[in-house]
């Protein structure tokens, strides 16, 4: 009998064994060392203390604000993150290349730099607050000017997520619905969403936990009213940081669960993902 004889493919990477242990090394430092540190702080507490401490009332009203705004800034996010990315795909336009690279600016800008800008802009005294106040709406120091705060930081996850899917659709799908006689929004709906739900998905998550997470952006805008309900998670986790007394347990308590459910959420997207990818191919 003849010996089947395998032969390993030559890589440009070293060895399985020394590769695997540069991953697990970094991924160790960069990701599993903080959060076990965020473990063993919160855990200091009492079950008792833990849980008197996360049903606080202004603590649920920050993680009502915050996973509400940045549900809704995600949602948004989706309907012009589409529109976008179909725009710089689909079409041929001067200054084309300089709005493709305007659309990460959000991701090399300082969040608080952000913050700042947004809150001039749409306070009373700034041009599109200004003009907001006079038909009686008030964006900055409310839950409005968040969800501006939030829409402004997670734009660029959708765009460039969907980006890509475009560019692989070929415009004869289109072409072929429309001679078939479906009208725009049938060829939408059939054709083009079942292609990009996938990545819409993947946009929504990503632009969904960095909104319930974010901090410099929002910081500025919201006013930090505990009265009027614009405390947000982060501003909890900072206030209980910086004050006379540091509590690093109740800092960590409340960041545990914001990882907590920012990974469910990411985790039920991800099954969602995963179904409508499976959709997609078969």
Known sequence: ????????????????????????????LIILIPLASVLA????????????????????????????????????????GVILAWILVRYNFPGKRLMDGMIELPFALPTAVAGI???????NTGFIGRALE????????????????MVFIGIPFVVRAIQPVLEKLPSTCEDAAYMLGASRFV?????????????????????????????????????????????VVSYIIMQKLNSGSVDYEGAAAIALILLIISFVMLFIINILQHIASKRTNS
Do not use: D, H, W
């Not at 038909?135 to 409310?142: C, E, L």
């Not at 709906?189 to 936990?209: D, M, S, Y």
């Open 1 to 28: 009998m003849k010996m089947a004889v395998f032969k390993r493919q030559k890589s440009i990477i070293p060895g399985f064994g020394l590769t695997m242990g540069i991953t697990v090394a970094m991924l160790s």
């Open 134 to 149: 006079k038909i009686g709406i008030k964006a900055a120091y409310s839950k409005m000017g968040i969800i501006i705060a």
């Open 117 to 123: 800008t947004l809150t001039k802009m749409y306070s």
């Open 187 to 231: 060829t939408f709906r059939k054709v083009i969403f079942p292609e990009i739900r996938p990545a819409l998905l993947t946009g929504f998550g990503l632009a969904l936990a960095r909104g319930i997470g974010e901090y410099g952006s929002v910081i500025y805008i919201s006013g930090n009213s505990q009265k009027n309900g614009t405390q």
């Open 41 to 80: 702080y919160s855990f200091k507490l009492s079950p008792s203390e833990f849980v008197e401490l996360i049903t606080r009332p202004y603590v649920l009203q920050a993680f009502k604000t915050s996973i509400l705004c940045s549900l809704i800034a995600a949602l948004i996010n989706c309907v012009f």
